[in-house]
């Protein structure tokens, strides 16, 4: 079965730092590169940051460039999201997903696999 599960979400201060962490299962991890989305209340899903099958390329939104670092272990099946500097227009649920290619997509539709979401909370 695949899965992708992740973790880290809360409630935090504006300019406060959270790291959120995707594990996969059930598929072959690093023939898959990863993308983190999120989503809040009434928008649509929009890409956050993308991370190749080996990890050697990152793209991200502007909007969290320079805050926001994606990376993975493909020995822990895992993707990590560094987020520092928050703001509360980063509130939303923040997804990973993964794409059988070689480098990350930007749009949600592009990719295969999907988990339920983390919950990312930034008060004023």
């Known amino acids: 079965e695949v899965q992708l599960v992740e973790s880290g979400g809360g409630l935090v201060q504006a300019g406060s730092s959270l790291r959120l962490t995707c594990v996969a299962s059930?598929?072959?991890?690093?023939?898959?590169?990863i993308g983190w989305f999120r989503q809040a209340p009434g928008k649509e899903r929009e890409f956050v940051a993308g991370?190749?099958?080996?990890?050697?390329?990152?793209y991200y939104a502007d909007s969290v460039k320079g805050r926001f670092t994606i990376s993975r272990d493909n020995a822990k099946n895992t993707v990590y999201l560094e987020m520092n500097s928050l703001k509360p227009e980063d509130t939303a649920i923040y997804y990973c997903?993964?794409?059988?290619?070689?480098?990350?997509?930007?749009?949600?539709?592009?990719?295969?696999?999907w988990g339920q979401g983390t919950q990312v909370t930034v008060s004023s």
């Open positions: 991370i190749s099958r080996r990890g050697g390329t990152t």
């Open positions: 059930g598929f072959t991890f690093d023939d898959h590169a």
């Open positions: 997903a993964a794409d059988a290619s070689v480098y990350a997509k930007t749009t949600p539709i592009d990719y295969d696999y």
